[in-house]
């Protein structure tokens, strides 16, 4: 029986079965997508201190969340349109997860 509650296999049908399956959204948006995670998922590791192939779903939390979005705004200095695209992937994973978990 597989752990439903590990991210990485998420992430890899958010990526691949939703968003090319059956949004099939434009590559742009794609690429948009998967580099929000690329950015994300290491944040979250780091905070977690887990190993990213070991974070949980539990493990994005709304706080960290809000923590990878000043990241993103302060730290790397994009500009809050930016820092919103990256929140609407978040949510768009969030609402997969939660429609099929």
Avoid at 19 to 27: D, I, K, Q
């Amino acid at each position: 029986m597989r752990d439903q509650s590990l991210l990485g296999p998420w992430v890899r049908r958010f990526l691949l079965e939703y968003l090319v399956a059956e949004r099939n959204l434009a590559r742009n948006t794609q690429v948009s997508y998967r580099d929000t995670l690329t950015l994300l998922l290491p944040f979250v590791s780091n905070l977690a201190t887990v190993p990213i192939e070991r974070l949980a779903v539990h493990d994005v939390s709304a706080d960290r969340v809000r923590a990878f979005l000043d990241h993103i705004e302060h730290e790397r200095g994009c500009s809050v349109v930016t820092r919103n695209q990256r929140l609407s992937t978040i949510h768009s994973l969030a609402r997969f997860v939660g429609m099929r978990s």
